[in-house]
C-alpha cells in the first residue's frame, strides 16, 4: 500500500509561484495562475489565491487593475530591490530589539546590586522577554526572505539538474552492464536483477 504524499508547505507554495513569474516573466490574471500552478509547481488551484495574496501583501508580487481584468507580475530586479528594504529595515528593527533588551538587563544588573523593588524587577523582566520574543520573530523573517531571494532559487535548480543528470548516468551504465552480462553469459534479465538487486523498475529520470 503506497503512503499518501505530503501535501506542500506554505513557503513551498510561495517558493513556486515565484517561480512561475521568475522563469515566464509575464503578467497574469488569477485564473491563468490557477490553471498554471497546479499543473507546473503542484500548487493546489483552491489555494493559489491565498499564497498569490500573501505575496502581494509581502511586497513581493505587483498587481494592478487594467480595464476590468486585475494583474499579476513580479521580476527578479524588483525581488531583490524590495528584499533589500525589507533586510535593512528588519536588521534596523534587529538592532533597535538588541539595545533594548541591553538596556534592561543593564536596569536589571543594577537593581541586583541595589534596593530590590519586586514590582519593578517584574516589568523589566516582561519588557525583556518582549525584546527576546521581537529579536527570534526578525531572525525568522530574514531567513524567509533570504530563502525567496531569485539567486537562491536559481542555485538550488541548478543543484537538482546536476543530481538528476548524475543519476541518469549510473542508470546509463547500469543498463550497459546488464547488456554485456546477457550478451556474454545468456543470463536472464530478471536474473540479473535478482543478482546484483537491480530493481526491476529501474529507469531514467
Known sequence: MTSKKRGLSLEDKRKGM??????KKDFFQLKELEKIAPKEKGIVQGTVKDVLQSLVD????????IGTSVYF????SKATNTKKQ????LE???????ELRADVEAKLAKKKTGQQDEEKREKLQVELKKAQE???????SLKEFHELDPDELEKLKSESQVSLEAANRWTDNI?????????????EENQLNKAFGIPDELDYL
Open 18 to 23: 515565484m517561480e512561475i513569474f521568475y522563469e
Open 73 to 76: 507580475w513580479a521580476f527578479p
Open 58 to 65: 509581502d511586497g513581493m508580487v505587483d498587481t494592478d487593475k
Open 134 to 140: 521581537k529579536n527570534t520573530a526578525l531572525k525568522s
Open 86 to 89: 525589507k533586510l535593512m529595515q
Open 92 to 98: 534596523n528593527s534587529s538592532q533597535e530589539a538588541k
Open 175 to 187: 543498463f550497459a552492464v546488464k547488456s554485456w552480462c546477457k550478451s556474454k553469459f545468456f543470463i
